[in-house]
Nanobody, 120 residues
């Protein structure tokens, strides 16, 4: 019933920028926190950033001062502005949302992932 769709990934040179977006749709009563995770080959998935409905944010140490997460609650959309990209940022980036359905239960939903590749 609920789907998250990411967009904005691609290939960029070190020092460049990308802006990811993720839109949630379906049977949604409310969305609590939304976030971005990433997973590089051979590594565990890690949290990149999250944002609460009220706008409070948290970032992984490795992306602080380079990435900015934001959201548009009216559009059920979360964004990740990525600046000063480094080769170590290369990964598949996944959108995550804690969504409350009309049964008032909270569930995590994931997008399909979008590839970000940063060349040196």
């Amino acid at each position: 019933q609920v789907h998250l769709v990411e967009s904005g990934g691609g290939l960029v040179q070190a020092g460049g920028s990308l802006r990811l977006s993720c839109a949630a749709s379906g049977s949604i009563f409310s969305i609590n926190a939304m976030g971005w995770y990433r997973q590089a080959p051979g590594k565990q998935r890690e949290l990149v950033a999250f944002i609460t409905r009220g706008g409070r944010t948290n970032y992984a140490e490795s992306v602080k001062d380079r990435f900015t997460i934001s959201r548009d609650n009216a559009k059920n959309t979360v964004y990740l502005q990525m600046n000063s990209l480094k080769p170590e940022d290369t990964a598949v980036y996944y959108c995550n949302a804690d969504i409350i359905g009309y049964d008032v239960s909270s569930r995590d939903y994931w997008g399909q992932g979008t590839q970000v590749t940063v060349s040196s």
